[in-house]
């Protein structure tokens, strides 16, 4: 599990230096900067918890799974954003980005995005499991 964690925290590093760096593009930055914080490190492996889940989910259709998946990206991120802003440290405030987040720590137009990265890292954490013992 210790070896998941810091490979999920790896890969949600990446994905998130790649995504900020293409949305530097669009506030017309062509250095295609990308930016994260330390504190996301330990969020995004918590998505490591997605690979023991998967197990029970393996029978549900993959929308359900992917549902599933983005309400619980959705409760690490507003948990954990509210913990971090309690201690004035939290990375990320939507406010002022777009008219559909909740209370500045999640953006309800990354339903779709949540969706995709929770089956992207079922897909990922079990790579070399044999689909039998799922």
């Known amino acids: 599990m210790k070896n998941q964690f810091l490979f999920c925290g790896s890969v949600g590093w990446g994905l998130e230096i790649l995504w900020t760096g293409l949305h530097s593009l669009h506030d017309g930055e062509p250095t295609l900067s990308g930016t ?4 996301m490190f330990p969020i995004y492996g918590m998505a490591s918890l997605i690979g023991p889940v998967s197990h029970h989910l393996a029978r549900l259709p993959f929308f359900l799974r992917g549902t599933i998946y983005a309400a619980g990206i959705y409760l690490v991120e507003f948990t954990s954003g509210s913990l ?3 201690f004035h440290a939290c ?3 939507y406010s ?3 008219h559909c987040h909740y209370k500045g720590l999640i953006r309800l137009d990354y339903a ?3 969706f995709l990265i929770g089956l992207f890292y079922e897909k990922l954490l079990n790579f070399n499991v044999p689909k039998s013992s799922l």
């Open 36 to 39: 994260s914080s330390l504190w």
């Open 84 to 86: 971090l802003r309690h």
């Open 91 to 93: 990375p990320w405030d």
């Open 96 to 98: 002022d980005r777009c």
């Open 112 to 114: 779709p995005l949540w």
